[in-house]
């Protein structure tokens, strides 16, 4: 048998082999890499009481300070979470949909490995995508019709609305690309024990766990993105 030492590096090890680019293209070679996982998994739960890995899908801090309206924070802020989720449930609701989702994934430590290198793999492509692309497009679409007037650029409040229309206008992107990803990566990698009613849940979380964070790569780097457009 296999220490719990030996297991969890099989699993770091995995992790760092298995690049983000193989969920898109769903080659072949997922399949010995879902094997992989899943029996380097199944013996670290043997030796474990509970995963060491935690997955925070939808929820923020409770200690987390409420920011101003315009703030660009998908966790707190009601417009932004509403447009990428289509819906801006109360704080209380998403606490108790976070618990409900780590007890879920709690009773099945494989799966739960695999949802969270699925959702961090897809949401970072898909960051990095649409920074790469529609970020820049968006940006360069207000600096137009701004004429790169430097009172309006340098006016704080139009700098904000900038962001947060940029924001906006990349978010329909984002769900197509994490939508389409999170689905077909878990398909290939979900452990083979597990019944459908759970694997359809656990896609589900995944989606929108990919989908918020996604959101928190994308809304750090618009700013810098923003700026770098208007010295260029």
Known sequence: GWSKAAADLKIDSANKVMDGKCIQACCPELDELANFLDEA?????????????????????????????????????????????????????????????????????????????????????AASEIIATKVKEESLKILASAGREPLLLGNPRSTSESYHAIALACFERVRQFVEEKVPTALKVLMPARVDSQVSHCATRIGVEASLVAAARRLLD???LEFQKCVRE
């Open 41 to 125: 998994s199944m013996a670290a739960a043997a030796n474990a009481k509970k995963s060491s890995r935690k997955i925070t899908p939808v929820s923020p801090s409770p200690t987390t300070k409420k920011p101003a309206p315009n703030d660009l924070n998908i966790d707190a802020n009601g417009k932004l979470r509403a447009a990428l989720l289509g819906t801006a449930e109360a704080q209380r609701d998403r606490e108790k949909v976070l618990i409900l989702q780590r007890a879920m994934l709690d009773r099945y430590p494989e799966l739960k490995n695999t949802v969270d290198f699925v959702v961090d793999s897809v949401a970072r492509n």
């Open 221 to 223: 780097r618009i700013p």
